[in-house]
């Protein structure tokens, strides 16, 4: 029926599977960055950061990735600017990610009780040194669990990249299934590579979670 | 060399842009009744670990939660036939879309059936109720009535999700899109007023919710 041996279809995928690690990767550490940006903008004292970063939020919390990622490669090209899909993609992906952890982090720095907030008050610390020493250790711990949560819609978010045309793991897969005529094949596989890469952060999410409940309790 | 804007080319597809908005509704709307009708199944099934569908939902909502919509989209439409079930476009994206929420609203759920007190359960039970009599009426009105909220932004992270489903040439809002930036050339402008229209849709379809709660729900939670 075709000449590509089930190999060739195997190393293929893993080779899109690895494309797939490595942008779920960049777009994980660098929004993270982003994000602790969003997060001191949304808890910062003067209202316009606060609210500037709110809009942010709610901006690509409330739009589809795919649009997003439409608007950044259809964008930058009226802007004079020649963008890679690979370059569009963790564009997208990494504003993406930092709304959502900023959102996140939020959530943890708001559950450290207020009197650590009043306490290095006391001590004259700055807001920055409050933040830097006290609080956001103390957050650290709880953003962990939510965090490796998040990452795994990170990872599948990579999926849809392929549709500005980034060859990743599901973009190397519809070409196999067309050049082989075994979609079901092909799909299951591409499925498989994602849970394998998924699965793992899932579970390690549902362990940080049970683990950080349990130690609160002693 | 200035670029000039023009939206009101945009416009001029006003009714491609309205009929795609309605197949994204519509395609949201089929999605979350049903996806809810199985996640409450689920959700039973693996509060009350009901043989063998505890076991059977565990699998379904690991695999579901741990691969790309786009993935379970692709294989709905291009894998399914491959085993004799013929499938067209509309019927792969509500499948796929009624699966991907079914999983999601199974673990929702079922954090909401976990959190029924103790004391409920048996104050119904010395009251000689069945099973089915204490589910519906005592576990869960207030089980929904809690995740409620996380519902919502499921259902609403859905129907953005749902966008893909263009890319099996459903006809909804982005295929829309697609079809009026290939005549107008204006790709920017055309992808910035679709993703106004799913902003607005957005806020929509949890402010409906909301009310959809309050009115089915509330009501017989207390």
């Known amino acids: ?94 504003l993406f990610t930092s709304a959502y952890l900023g959102e996140i982090w939020r959530g943890c720095v708001e559950s450290v009780p207020k009197g650590q907030w009043e306490a290095s008050a006391s001590l004259a610390l700055t807001h920055f040194e409050q933040m830097r020493h006290v609080i956001l250790p103390q957050a650290l711990r709880i953003a962990i669990a939510p965090s490796v949560g998040f990452s795994v819609q990170v990872v599948k978010g990579t999926a849809v990249t392929s549709i500005i045309g980034f060859v990743e793991l599901t973009k190397t897969g519809s070409m196999l299934a067309n050049a082989t005529y075994q979609p079901f094949m092909v799909f299951g596989l591409v499925a498989l590579g994602y849970f394998a890469l998924c699965y793992p952060l899932s579970a390690y999410s549902r362990y940080l979670e049970r683990n950080i409940h349990g130690s609160r309790a002693h | 060399m200035a670029y000039a804007f023009d939206f009101s080319s945009v416009l001029e597809y006003r009714e491609a842009l309205l009929a795609g908005t309605v197949k994204t509704l519509g395609l949201t709307a089929v999605g979350a009744v049903c996806g809810l009708a199985i996640g409450i199944f689920g959700a039973v099934s693996r509060a009350w670990r009901l043989a ?134 204006r790709a920017f402008e055309t992808y910035f007023i679709v993703t106004g229209i799913y902003f607005l849709l957005a806020i929509a379809v949890r402010q409906a919710m909301i009310q959809a709660g309050q009115r089915l729900i509330a009501r017989r939670a207390r």
């Open chain 1, 1 to 94: 029926m075709s000449d590509i041996s089930y190999w060739d279809i195997v190393r293929n995928l893993f080779d899109g599977l690895l494309w797939t690690l490595g942008l779920s990767l960049t777009a994980f550490v660098l929004g993270g960055c982003a994000g602790l940006l969003v997060l001191f903008a949304r808890i910062a004292k003067h209202p316009l950061p606060r609210r500037l970063a709110l809009g942010y939020i709610e901006v690509f919390q409330g739009t589809p990735l795919l649009m997003q990622l439409f608007i950044i490669f259809f964008g930058s090209s009226l802007l004079g600017l020649e963008v890679s899909p690979w370059l569009a993609a963790a564009l997208g992906l990494t």
């Open chain 2, 52 to 185: 063998p569908f505890d076991r059977i939902f565990t699998a379904y909502v690991e695999l579901i939660r741990n691969t790309p919509f786009l993935v379970q989209l692709f294989f709905i439409f291009f894998g399914l036939p491959s085993l004799g079930v013929q499938i067209n476009e509309w019927q792969a994206a509500i499948l796929a879309m009624v699966v991907n929420l079914g999983a999601y609203s199974t673990e929702i759920i079922r954090a909401g059936i976990e959190a029924t007190p103790r004391g409920q359960i048996e104050a119904a039970q010395s009251l000689a109720m069945s099973r089915a009599q204490l589910f519906r009426h005592v576990v869960l009105p207030p089980a929904l009535l809690k995740v409620w909220p996380s519902l919502c932004s499921q259902v609403v992270i859905v129907m953005l999700g749902s966008s893909v489903c263009s890319q099996i040439a459903a006809e909804e809002l982005t295929f829309a899109a697609n079809f009026i930036q290939s005549r107008n050339f």
